[in-house]
């Protein structure tokens, strides 16, 4: 499919907007349908993530409180209209990048349409900036990786031993540079740290029982996995579940049990070392956590996945950046970087991006990828890829 992208101009001489965006449709009414239809199509999409916001949100404090419902009220409205923005955007766009142009532009209305709706995630709260980023992050490590041609690279994503040769050396990066940093970053293990008040005998740095702290994170990663299938689950059979509300039932039949016993394993070994190690020398070393998160590692050979292994590099970059600006926090290049919202850019240049390959590389792309792409605009984005694609098959 990327001879499409190489051979573009040739295959587009005299192809209308309509042709690829909007079929037996004038730009006029087509604009109109997407900004009304847009609204629901996000909603759809952003209600089972807000579920598991608050879900999270509640789990994490203990508590629920009005302050809690209307923080994730106002981020629902946020993640919205920023989805709306970004899907009318290269609705808009493209369009008026062909009257503009008179002919469509391969990178620029393809990939660049959505450019200015993407800017909004500058506007955003934290939580919306965060999560989009990681999000989108991940989406690319995966089509990426799938998207590769190389017989190398093709052989080593299928191979489960290589996959968690690779996940055991992120894992082993993420202990080592979370153990050197202040900034905690989200990950399914965290490194204990040595505070001012610990004055308890214990080698390690926890207050209970060894057994006890290894089964609690256990028991939180089986509960945040649960959490996240049912949600991952929800969100795809959410129109199911409105015609037939018994399929709700269905769910726990297909939920990845493998993956939530990767995550409970996972955090109970990268426990089990660091308490081993730390009692076996009567102290915590520096290389605890990078030893615990080698070793810890060898549980992703229980569900290899490329979700799983893009949130892995995505906080291991993130590991590495606080690290490097904790330690040379008062160079200037570092402040002025910091001052900018690095997570936004990265959203703007992946969803960005990810418009690229949703054109391009829709069979790269994973099902939630193309999911979420085409709930949020409507299937604006299917509809523009499969035109692309009926050109290149008519053409060729
Ligand atoms: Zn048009
Ligand atoms: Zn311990």
Redesign the pocket.
């Known amino acids: 499919m990327s001879a499409i992208s190489k051979h573009w101009d040739q295959l587009t001489a005299g192809v209308e907007c309509s042709t690829l965006a909007h079929p037996g449709k004038t730009c006029h009414d087509h604009i109109l349908f997407q900004l009304r239809t847009t609204v629901w199509g996000n909603m759809q999409f952003f209600i089972p993530v807000s579920i598991l916001r608050l879900f999270l949100l509640v789990y994490s404090r203990k508590s629920i409180s009005w302050q809690t419902l209307r923080q994730t009220l106002f981020e629902f409205g946020c993640m919205v209209l920023n989805g709306w923005a970004v899907s009318n955007s290269w609705s808009v766009c493209f369009c008026a990048f062909y009257h503009g142009f008179q002919r469509v532009i391969n990178n620029y209305s393809v990939s660049l349409a959505a450019l200015p709706g993407t800017l909004l995630i500058f506007w955003m709260p934290h939580y919306v900036q965060m999560s989009h980023s990681r999000g989108i992050f991940n989406v690319f490590v995966e089509c990426w990786l799938k998207s590769r041609e190389h017989p190398l690279i093709q052989w080593a994503r299928e191979s489960r031993t290589i996959g968690t040769g690779a996940f055991m050396l992120i894992s082993a990066l993420i202990g080592f540079f979370a153990q050197r940093t202040k900034a905690v970053e989200f990950w399914f293990f965290a490194p204990l740290k040595k505070t001012n008040n610990d004055q308890h005998n ?3 740095y ?1 207050r209970s ?2 057994q006890n ?2 089964l609690d994170g256990m028991k939180t990663c089986f509960t945040f996995g649960m959490i996240l299938e049912l949600a991952r689950k929800l969100i795809s059979s959410a129109p199911k579940i409105r015609q037939n509300p018994a399929t709700f039932f269905r769910l726990f039949a297909r939920i990845r049990y493998k993956f939530v016993a990767f995550l409970t394993l996972y955090n109970g070994l990268f ?1 089990l070392v ?2 081993f190690l ?2 076996h020398r009567r102290k915590v070393s520096d290389y605890d956590s990078t030893i615990a998160g080698l070793i810890s590692g060898l549980a992703y050979s229980l569900s290899p996945n490329f979700n799983v292994f893009g949130l892995a590099v995505t906080a291991m970059i993130q590991n590495i950046w606080n690290f490097i600006s904790e330690k040379y926090a008062r160079l200037d290049g570092i402040k002025w970087f910091n001052r900018l919202s690095f997570s936004s850019i990265v959203w703007v240049i992946l969803a960005n991006y990810n418009m690229y390959s949703r054109a391009y590389y829709p069979y790269a792309m994973s099902k939630y990828a193309l999911k979420f792409t085409d709930v949020c605009s409507n299937s604006q984005s299917r509809t523009a890829s499969e035109c692309l694609a009926k050109l290149f098959l008519v053409t060729n």
Do not use: D, G, K
């Open positions: 214990n080698p390690c926890h029982t060894c702290y290894i426990r660091t308490c730390a009692r």
